[in-house]
């Protein structure tokens, strides 16, 4: 019985098949390290097993259909991914699992991932993504405009609310508490959830929408609680740390029909993941995968404009991965979060369009004259994008925004 994973040239049915690609560093050549991959992430091993049968390997093995340059295109049969219990940490296992420890490859990175609708049809999806975001604050059209409350931790409830009432007076339609905070003895989450649904009360009743995302990443059943006592004191929206979190988490939270509001997604721990252009996983897999898993929203970077480092056609493509066709999936809303200001909006909404969650933390709350202010200097700055007027000219008519661009630009 010949046993051989190439199928180099074979156009899979992607229905039948999930099928990746990998980029590869080696001293193999391309075909060979692709035949590793594939062996070692279905049904072989570093030898022959004798229990291995022609039937097995037919069922389960996978294929390498192209291997040229330094990419690879694996296919994974569907079956290797039935079952009620498996999900999403199953399919990690397979396609992104004891590949990247293998001695004969220097570095691999799984870039993509195709899913038949099969297992799409397993997963719950955004249960309000773009338009359910938009239907909530009445937006529906300009970029959701948020901020994230600074000191990342510190503040007490009652400060860490009057923060978020104050970047509501300033027009903004979103906040969330940072990466770091969750429950912790100076900010408990109860009392916290409490004082911002009072200032988000307050902002209502004097005619502004806005939603706050407070983190309950925890571990296991502990977030269900987190979510429970999140909600029980009035939460509009909650956040979950997905990479520290795991992806099953984000659909524990989506499954549950208690949970009827939205979920915002942060990438915390991401670029230890994604950041090496030959090893790892790139973002676009996790947000096809937060998307399957039932996010709203997801933090994809600000391509290129703000602080953190930025591959920026891959953010561009993580975008369009968690906004366009997905077999059946709502779109997530995109947020762009990370050293941003008002000075810079402009260009990051040439790249993002408007369908996007703009988060600023520093660049409301450095502002000179408060959190108030910098809060208008942020909504100004996108009202001026949104109409195409340059912001300089913009400024010279709204002080927040003239004072924000004396300060950072």
């Known amino acids: 019985m010949t046993i051989d994973y190439l199928a180099l040239g074979e156009e899979l049915d992607g ?35 004798t229990t291995l049968s022609e039937d097995i390997f037919k069922k389960y093995g996978a294929k390498v259909t192209k291997a040229e340059g330094n990419r690879v295109e694996i296919g994974y049969p569907v079956i290797d991914f039935s079952g009620e219990i498996g999900e999403i940490p199953q399919i990690l296992s397979i396609v992104a699992g004891n590949l990247f420890g293998l001695d004969s490859l220097e570095g691999v990175r799984l870039v993509d991932i195709h899913f038949p609708q099969d297992i799409i049809d397993r997963y719950p999806g955004p249960q309000f993504g773009i338009e359910g975001l938009r239907d909530i604050l009445d937006r529906p059209d300009k970029p959701l405009i948020g901020t994230i409350v600074k000191p990342k931790i510190g503040l007490p409830p009652k400060e860490f609310a009057d923060y978020v009432y104050q970047a509501g007076r ?33 902002l209502e009743e004097e005619g502004h929408k806005m939603i706050h995302a407070h983190n309950i990443s925890t571990s296991g059943h502990r977030m269900l609680e987190a979510a429970d006592l999140a909600l029980e004191n009035g939460a509009r ?26 979920i915002h997604v942060h990438r915390a721990m991401h670029a230890a993941i994604t950041k090496n252009p030959e090893h790892g996983i790139s973002m676009p897999v996790i947000g ?23 591959e920026v056609s891959e953010e561009i493509y993580s975008r369009e991965v968690i906004t366009e066709d997905m077999k059946g999936l709502d779109p997530m809303m995109p947020v762009a979060s ?63 925004l003239r004072k924000a661009l004396e300060k950072w630009m």
């Open 15 to 49: 229905d039948e098949y999930l099928i990746c690609e990998y980029t590869v560093k080696s001293d193999l050549d391309i075909v060979t390290a692709g035949k590793r991959i594939a062996e070692e992430e279905s049904t072989g091993t570093w030898t022959r097993p």
């Open 170 to 202: 300033g027009g903004l339609t979103n906040s969330k508490d940072d990466e770091t905070l969750v429950d912790q003895d100076f900010c408990p989450l109860q009392d916290r959830v409490s004082h911002v649904s009072e200032s988000l009360d307050r």
């Open 237 to 262: 929206q909650l956040m979950v740390d997905v990479l520290t979190v795991g992806f099953a988490g984000v659909q524990a939270l989506a499954e549950d029909p208690s949970i009827k509001v939205p």
């Open 288 to 310: 096809k995968l937060v998307r399957l898993a039932g996010g709203d929203a997801l933090h994809i970077g600000t391509y290129g404009i703000g602080k953190m480092h930025a």
């Open 338 to 400: 990370g050293g941003l200001h008002p000075g810079m909006i402009d260009k990051l909404m040439e790249k993002s369009g408007p369908d996007v969650q703009i988060q600023a933390g520093g660049g409301v709350s450095g502002h000179p004259e408060g959190v108030s202010s910098g809060a208008a200097a942020l909504r100004q700055a996108v009202d001026a994008a949104y109409k195409g007027i340059d912001l300089r000219e913009y400024a010279k008519d709204h002080q927040e």
